[in-house]
Nanobody
Framework: QVQLVESGGGLVQAGGSLRLSCAASGRTFSSYAMGWFRQAPGKEREFVGGISGSGASTYANSVKGRFTISRDNAKNTVRLQMNSLKPEDTAVYYC????????????????????WGQGTQVTVST
C-alpha cells in the first residue's frame, strides 16, 4: 500500500510559479512511476506529466516547457514545479503512483494508476 499526500497548492497570478509536492509512504518508492494529473470543474481528469522509476520525465504538450517534475527517492517525494502559470492551469492537482511494467517509462492513462492523493487546488488569476 502507498499513501500519497499533496501540498503546495494555492492562488497565484498569471505568469507566477508554484511548486507542488507529493509525499509518499512505503519502502519501495523508487520502483513506482509517479504521475501528476489535474481536473478542472466540468472537465475530465487529464495527465499533466510523470516521472518513471529511472527518473525519466514526460509532459503533456499543454505544460511542456513550463512544468518540471522531479523526484527525491531518499525523501519519498515527487515535485511539480509550475512556472509561467496561466488561468487555464486552474484545477485540482493530483499525484498518483503505480509499479509500472517498465522502469523507464510512465503511463499516461489515469486508470493505469493504483494509488492517488487527495488533491490540491491550484488557482491562477488573471
Amino acid at each position: 500500500q502507498v499513501q500519497l499526500v499533496e501540498s503546495g497548492g494555492g492562488l497565484v497570478q498569471a505568469g507566477g510559479s508554484l511548486r507542488l509536492s507529493c509525499a509518499a509512504s512505503g519502502r519501495t518508492f523508487s520502483s513506482y512511476a509517479m504521475g501528476w494529473f489535474r481536473q478542472a470543474p466540468g472537465k475530465e481528469r487529464e495527465f499533466v506529466g510523470g516521472i518513471s522509476g529511472s527518473g525519466a520525465s514526460t509532459y503533456a504538450n499543454s505544460v511542456k516547457g513550463r512544468f518540471t517534475i522531479s523526484r527525491d527517492n531518499a525523501k519519498n517525494t515527487v515535485r511539480l514545479q509550475m512556472n509561467s502559470l496561466k488561468p487555464e492551469d486552474t484545477a485540482v492537482y493530483y499525484c498518483a503512483a503505480v509499479q509500472f511494467e517498465s522502469y523507464y517509462s510512465t503511463p499516461w492513462a489515469a486508470n493505469q494508476y493504483d494509488y492517488w492523493g487527495q488533491g490540491t487546488q491550484v488557482t491562477v488569476s488573471t
